[in-house]
């Protein structure tokens, strides 16, 4: 969501993970280790893939049993990848015989919380890097954010690191403006952690967890350039550690070929207006939403955008 990487709701197939060709092994990364890694370590592989030209895919788990056929899967392949909680996943983590109230979010919270643990705890165990992110997370759902937010915090005074490696905030339902400045008072008080944020501009198409843009107008589905840059002149002067997920005619869910208009090449034009203000190559990290049943052609111009 937002792995961010081939995240949110998307996954990269184990085909194209097993044609990647890695110049330098991601083993290579300073600091990477079996396990849960975050911070300056997360951080690094997901510039070592931008760099290699591969992304990290992101699983919505909502159980043990789905966090350990990831954790599973990724030891086969021996590739990292990046375990993520929606907030509608994490309540049915705790359970739904729970209270989750409007406004509180209890049971949101807590499985989340309760699952980046078990993440912790077992991860290890299966030998390869882990991130721990959660999904989505639109205007209305900011108490689950901050319930994760206090957990990391309470995690990071006791172990020197948060206990989730990234969270999305999905505030792309708010005027841009708005947006931008609820991400970069969060990232503010994430940045010390070195919690990595990923935030949408431009709305992802179809459903997911409960949220319905199967209806949205088509402009929506696709950022611009300006919109983008406006990201990273917002949120860069306070930590380097963000990504954004750039609308370019995603869809949430398995779709039939033909039915959805992706056009992964406005990634690359957004890069290079960055390039053009900046003067620095790539310097935006964009995640990939709905990227299952996508077509290899479509993911192969993202990775070479910058999708991480």
Aim: aromatic share 10%; glycine share 10%; with cysteine.
């Amino acid at each position: 969501s937002s792995f961010f990487s081939f995240s949110s709701c998307c996954v990269l197939p184990a085909l194209f993970w097993s044609l990647l060709s890695l110049t330098m092994s991601f083993w290579d990364v300073p600091g990477i280790k079996a396990g849960v890694v975050t911070g300056d370590v997360a951080w690094a592989l997901l510039q070592h893939a931008k760099t290699n030209g591969y992304a990290i895919p992101a699983f919505n788990c909502t159980s043990s049993s789905t966090i350990n056929s990831v954790l599973e899967a990724g030891a086969k392949l021996n590739r990292p990848v990046m375990i993520q909680f929606s907030e509608g996943g994490s309540a049915f983590m705790a359970g739904k015989s729970l209270p989750n109230e409007k406004g509180k979010l209890q049971a949101s919270i807590l499985g989340a919380v309760a699952g980046a643990h078990l993440v912790r705890a077992v991860a290890p165990a299966y030998g390869i890097p882990v991130l721990v992110h959660s999904d989505h997370c639109a205007k209305k759902l900011l108490p689950w954010f901050d319930g994760m937010l206090e957990a990391d915090e309470a995690f990071f005074k006791a172990h020197g690191e948060p206990l989730f490696s990234s969270h999305m905030l999905d505030l792309s339902e708010e005027p841009d403006e708005e947006n931008i400045e609820i991400c970069k008072k969060y990232l503010t008080r994430m940045a010390p952690m070195k919690c990595i944020l990923e935030m949408e501009i431009g709305i992802t198409g179809g459903v997911e967890d409960g949220v319905d843009n199967s209806g949205a107008a088509k402009e929506k589905l696709y950022s611009t350039p300006e919109d983008v840059f406006a990201v990273y002149e917002g949120l860069s002067p306070i930590s380097p550690m963000f990504t954004i997920a750039a609308a370019f005619g995603n869809v949430h869910g398995v779709y039939k070929a033909g039915n959805v208009v992706l056009k992964p090449e406005l990634l690359q034009e957004m890069q290079d207006y960055a390039k053009a203000k900046t003067g620095m190559d790539r310097p935006l990290n964009f995640v990939f939403h709905g990227g299952s049943g996508s077509e290899k052609h479509h993911i192969a111009t993202a990775l070479a955008a910058g999708v991480v």
